[in-house]
Each structure stands twice: as structure tokens, then as C-alpha cells.
Nanobody, 127 residues
Framework: QVQLVESGGGLVQAGGSLRLSCAASGITFSRYTMGWFRQAPGKEREFVSRIYWSGIDTDYADSVKGRFTISRDNTKKTVYLQMNSLKPEDTAVYFC????????????????????WGQGTQVTVSS
């Protein structure tokens, strides 16, 4: 059974930093593309970032580019999202996702290609 468990969320002031972690189990982690989505109150779930199994290729939403960094440790079966210079508009529930498929960069930004989702972790940025 595949499980994705996020941690690291919390309350932080604008300009601050948080690091989210997502520990995976039940999959051959090193073969999967991992990512993060988020959902703010009253808004649709949106793509944040993803990283290929190799850790070499990454992608970011324009809204977080230059502030967020995704990384992974295949030995620990964990993916991370370092979030710096946080803004109130980053407030959302953040979800870890995983897919074993191979897609275009554009498709990896869509929710439908991901096979498994974590339960989410709340990030709140105060102004």
C-alpha cells in the first residue's frame, strides 16, 4: 500500500521560511516522479513543483519560482520543498504527489497524471 506522509507545515510570518517533507512508502521510490500541489481556501488545487526520479530535472509554477526549491533523497524515500520568502498568498494546504508515468513537462503540471496523494499539510503565512 502506497503512503505519502507530509510534515513541516505551520504558521510563519511573511518573509519567513518553511521546509516541507514527504516520506513515501510502498513504492520503489527512486523510479517515481514526485511533486507538490497546493489548495487555498475557495480555490482550485494548483501545481507547485515536481522533480524527476533522477533529481536532475525540476519544474516550478511561476508564482513560486526563485523562492521554492524541490529536492529528494532516494535513500530516505523523501521529497522536500524548501519555501523561502513566503507570502500570505502562499497560504494553502500542500499535498505531496507521486506518479510512475512518463509525461511531458506540461502534463506533469496537471493533477490527473498523479497516482497517489498525501493527506496534506497546512501552511499559513501571516502578513
Amino acid at each position: 500500500q502506497v503512503q505519502l506522509v507530509e510534515s513541516g507545515g505551520g504558521l510563519v510570518q511573511a518573509g519567513g521560511s518553511l521546509r516541507l517533507s514527504c516520506a513515501a512508502s510502498g513504492i520503489t521510490f527512486s523510479r517515481y516522479t514526485m511533486g507538490w500541489f497546493r489548495q487555498a481556501p475557495g480555490k482550485e488545487r494548483e501545481f507547485v513543483s515536481r522533480i524527476y526520479w533522477s533529481g536532475i530535472d525540476t519544474d516550478y509554477a511561476d508564482s513560486v519560482k526563485g523562492r521554492f526549491t524541490i529536492s529528494r533523497d532516494n535513500t530516505k524515500k523523501t521529497v522536500y520543498l524548501q519555501m523561502n520568502s513566503l507570502k500570505p498568498e502562499d497560504t494553502a494546504v500542500y499535498f505531496c504527489v507521486v506518479t510512475g508515468g512518463i509525461y511531458s513537462s506540461t502534463m506533469y503540471r496537471t493533477r490527473t497524471v498523479y497516482d497517489y496523494w498525501g493527506q496534506g499539510t497546512q501552511v499559513t503565512v501571516s502578513s
